[in-house]
């Protein structure tokens, strides 16, 4: 990280970072690869605690290369990134239509949209277009915002929205996901929404 995080919430991660920086290569392997084992089989929430710890150990481990030195053994269940040769742990957000599945260690795309079994895709797609509507209520312009009677309750009414169709996610297309990697993660807040973790029940 050269550049100076922006926000405050960005300068608290890189604070946190910091224990990852002070660990030699093959410690920051083997914590890498030993916590991967431990995601295996299941379904991630993105603000998981663990997931958390991972995906700053593996962002060093990135910036490093520590996954391309080969200085511990990876889980064997976990293929290659295309992206980055990192062991594959795909993010699926509400992005995916454009971003695909997001890799966890290089935030390039690790599984493009059009890679996934087609029954899939029509699903995702059907999600993500209910989707994008519902999110576009946080990005309206003033002429937007002017031409509904209330919008603070329009804003509410979308983020009420947000929140089942996370669920929806979570409880709908990520145990489809689950059948076709090893491991796979979900976004499930939306900031512009004000959309918490803690507010989507699955």
Not at 180 to 190: F, I, N, S, T
Request: glycine share 4%.
């Amino acid at each position: 990280m050269t550049d100076m995080p922006d926000s405050p919430l960005d300068r608290l991660w890189a604070e946190y970072s910091l224990v990852f920086r002070d660990f030699d290569d093959l410690t920051l392997a083997r914590w890498c690869s030993q916590t991967l084992s431990q995601l295996e089989g299941r379904a991630w929430r993105l603000s998981h605690p663990l997931l958390g710890a991972f995906r700053l150990g593996t962002q060093v481990a990135h910036e490093r290369q520590i996954w391309l030195k080969r200085l511990a053994t990876l889980p064997a269940a976990f293929p290659e990134a295309p992206c980055c040769r990192a062991p594959l742990l795909p993010l699926f957000t509400r992005d995916v239509m454009e971003s695909g599945l997001v890799c966890q260690h290089c935030s390039g795309t690790a599984v493009e949209f059009g890679d996934l079994p087609r029954e899939l895709q029509a699903a995702i797609k059907e999600w993500a277009d209910a989707y994008a509507p519902v999110h576009a209520v946080a990005h309206w312009d003033d002429r937007q915002r002017k031409g509904v009677r209330n919008y603070d309750q329009a804003y509410e009414d979308a983020a009420e929205e947000a929140e089942e169709l996370l669920a929806q996610a979570g409880q709908e297309i990520l145990p489809r996901l689950i059948t076709l990697y090893p491991a796979v993660v979900w976004e499930d807040q939306d900031e512009c929404l004000e959309v918490r973790p803690e507010d989507i029940q699955t």
